[in-house]
């Protein structure tokens, strides 16, 4: 079992930065392969960002590359998003995914936090 717990949104303006945190509570400390979702009511979740279990490896969705960087504190347990020149497109909840599984991409997420609401006025 794997908990996940966000923090860090609020509400930002356009070209504003945000660093959204994610805790991790599980047997392998943080060593899952991790990722980070955003959801608007009633549409798809869509991938912003991805961790390999060991932090190898990263992976962005193309409307956040160069802007958004993940990364994680081993000795805090912690998945990081650093989110800079926020758009008013990037306004969604934002959830924290975790997997068992030693490869990318996963066939899922089983693992996943409540969210945390980012939202970007012009």
């Known amino acids: 079992q794997v908990q996940l717990v966000e923090s860090g949104g609020g509400t930002v303006q356009a070209g504003g930065s945000l660093r959204l945190s994610c805790a991790v509570s599980?047997?392998?400390?943080?060593?899952?392969?991790m990722a980070w979702f955003a959801r608007l009511p009633g549409q798809p979740r869509r991938f912003v960002s991805a961790?390999?279990?060991?932090?190898?490896?990263?992976y962005y969705g193309d409307s956040v590359k160069g802007l958004f960087t993940i990364s994680r504190d081993t000795a805090k347990n912690t998945l990081f998003l650093q989110m800079n020149d926020l758009k008013p497109e990037d306004t969604a909840r934002y959830y924290c995914?975790?997997?068992?599984?030693?490869?990318?991409?996963?066939?899922?997420?089983?693992?996943w936090g409540q969210g945390t609401q980012v939202t970007v006025s012009s």
């Open positions: 961790i390999t279990w060991n932090g190898d490896n990263t």
């Open positions: 599980g047997r392998r400390g943080s060593s899952y392969g």
């Open positions: 995914a975790a997997t068992e599984s030693y490869y990318y991409p996963p066939n899922d997420y089983v693992y």
